[in-house]
């Protein structure tokens, strides 16, 4: 069965920078595009974007550009998320998703990323 | 302010039927049936629950059913249950090669 599963939550402080993983099962990796969306505490979900598994080429959204990158490691089955110099305000629960140009089906189980001095 | 505009709560009494509304533009909803729908009770990871506008996965109870009228999609839940009580997020691809998302309906079962 598809999977897709999240490393565990973090705690930085401000300014320092954050990698966030997600391993895949259960389909072909390279034949999926993966989403990365953020949901702030008591809030909605934000696209931030995604990348293709295939070509490794990112799409960033409108505010989601500058400290954001999205890698892959096709080897591995693995997407990463990495936030740089990162502000309170980046707190949240990160999602990682697959889907193909479409809004996504299955959901990895979220990393709560908390940013505090 | 999200991209697609859904009510902010909604509620119904067990056995009710209760309807919630996303309305974007003719930039995305309006013109792709790649709309969605999540459902994520609280603490939880969303769960599709509609894809492609009224498409159920395995798994999804025939209470849930999606529509489309013009830029405006619904998700309908007939047979309201107690363990309905989430929030309901609609999403659509859009013609900027983008995913947008409504900002969120509480559904209560009163």
């Known amino acids: 069965q598809v999977q897709l599963v999240q490393s565990e939550s973090e705690l930085k402080q401000p300014g320092a920078s954050v990698k966030v993983s997600c391993r895949a099962s259960?389909?072909?990796?390279?034949?999926?595009?993966m989403n990365w969306i953020r949901q702030a505490p008591g809030q909605g979900l934000e696209w931030m974007g995604w990348i293709s598994s295939n070509a490794g080429s990112p799409t960033y959204a409108q505010g989601f550009t500058g400290r954001i990158v999205f890698s892959l490691d096709t080897s591995a089955s693995t997407a990463y998320l990495q936030i740089s110099s990162l502000k309170a305000d980046d707190t949240a629960v990160y999602y990682c998703?697959?889907?193909?140009?479409?809004?996504?089906?299955?959901w990895g189980q979220g990393t709560l990323v908390t940013v505090s001095s | 302010q999200s991209a697609l505009t859904q009510p902010p709560s909604v509620s119904g009494s067990p056995g009710q039927s209760v309807t919630i509304s996303c309305t974007g533009t003719?930039?995305?909803?309006?013109?792709?049936?790649?709309v969605s729908w999540y459902q994520q009770p609280p603490g939880t990871a969303p769960r599709l629950m509609i894809s492609?506008?009224?498409n159920r996965p395995s798994g999804v109870p025939d209470r849930f059913s999606g529509s489309k009228s013009g830029n405006t999609a619904s998700l309908t839940i007939s047979g309201l249950q107690a363990e309905d009580e989430a929030h309901y997020y609609c999403?659509?691809?859009?013609?900027?090669?983008?995913?947008?998302f409504g900002g969120g309906t509480k559904l209560t079962v009163l």
């Open positions: 998703a697959r889907s193909t140009v479409r809004p996504p089906d299955y």
């Open positions: 259960g389909y072909t990796f390279t034949s999926y595009t």
């Open positions: 999403s659509s691809y859009s013609s900027s090669s983008t995913v947008l």
């Open positions: 492609e506008v009224s």
């Open positions: 003719s930039s995305d909803v309006g013109i792709y049936n790649r």
